[in-house]
């Protein structure tokens, strides 16, 4: 499977140079949902519904292939390269993948700073549960943010329109120029529209990368919600400080 693996660096020269870029993470949950058949019904790790309407949308979003970064996580690749492949040629999608593990695996390796530093000189809009409103200045020190837009924990594309009404009315009135995405399977749909709308603000998904630093949500397994989180048994404390730009890298 072909990939084009940009790295870190990539993306902090483009934040630098106030280039806006749009990087979306498909992992194995999008993929299997997109591909349909007999997976719609099924729930991922996070409680998420594979329903009929959120793969009609995604394959929406693959089938558009809009000029931005779609990345496609090593789980996806390593477990889901046969749907991804059937689901490419069933519905005609020719997609150039990225390599979407590049920011989580900076997250836990404590090199995630020169993004992070970067992110802080924009105006952000940030679509998270409510564990990572932490993500702020008050709380873990990531950045902050000027609005922060709350999806349901499950199934946010049950309220597309009403988070992008959401997003998209602040995006106007604070004059937005960046958008941070962790709202699970619907992100991707929640990010191309929003890409088609404003081509010109950065957008970043970044999925489960802050989920070690927050304590879990109710119904998630204990040490957050992705297995790598728990077979790790990562110094979050550590990774903190050296992400934060306050340890050394």
């Known amino acids: 499977m072909e990939l084009i693996k940009h790295p870190l660096s990539f ?3 483009l934040l630098k140079a106030r280039t806006p870029f749009t990087f979306a993470r498909w992992g194995d949950g999008e993929i299997l949902t997109a591909y349909g058949h007999e997976f719609i019904g099924r729930r991922n790790s996070n409680g ?3 329903t009929q309407s959120l793969s009609d949308d995604l394959r929406r979003v693959l089938k558009a292939n809009r000029p931005y970064y779609h990345g496609l996580l090593l789980i996806a690749r390593s477990k889901r390269a046969a749907e991804v492949q059937k689901l490419c040629a069933e519905h005609s999608i020719s997609m150039q993948w990225v390599d979407g593990d590049v920011i989580l695996n900076a997250c836990i390796k404590g090199r995630l700073w020169p993004l992070i530093e970067q992110v802080r000189q ?7 549960n ?47 120029d960046f958008i941070g995405w962790s709202a699970g399977l619907a992100s ?21 990368s802050f989920d070690g630093y927050f304590p879990p949500m109710p119904n998630v397994k204990p040490g957050g919600s992705r297995s ?6 990562l110094d979050w404390k550590d990774l903190l400080a050296k992400n934060t730009g306050k340890g050394g890298a």
């Open 11 to 13: 993306y902090v020269e």
């Open 48 to 50: 998420c519904t594979f």
């Open 122 to 128: 924009y105006k952000i809009l940030y679509v998270g």
């Open 130 to 176: 409510e564990r990572l409103r932490g993500l702020n200045g008050r709380g873990a020190g990531f950045f902050d943010y000027s609005v922060y837009v709350k999806p349901p924990p499950q199934n946010a594309h049950t309220v597309k329109a009403e988070i992008e009404r959401l997003v998209w009315e602040n995006v106007e009135k604070h004059a937005i």
């Open 188 to 208: 991707k749909v929640f990010i191309d529209d929003t890409y088609a709308r404003f081509p010109a603000i950065t957008q970043i998904d970044f999925g489960s």
């Open 228 to 233: 790598y989180i728990r077979a790790n048994k």
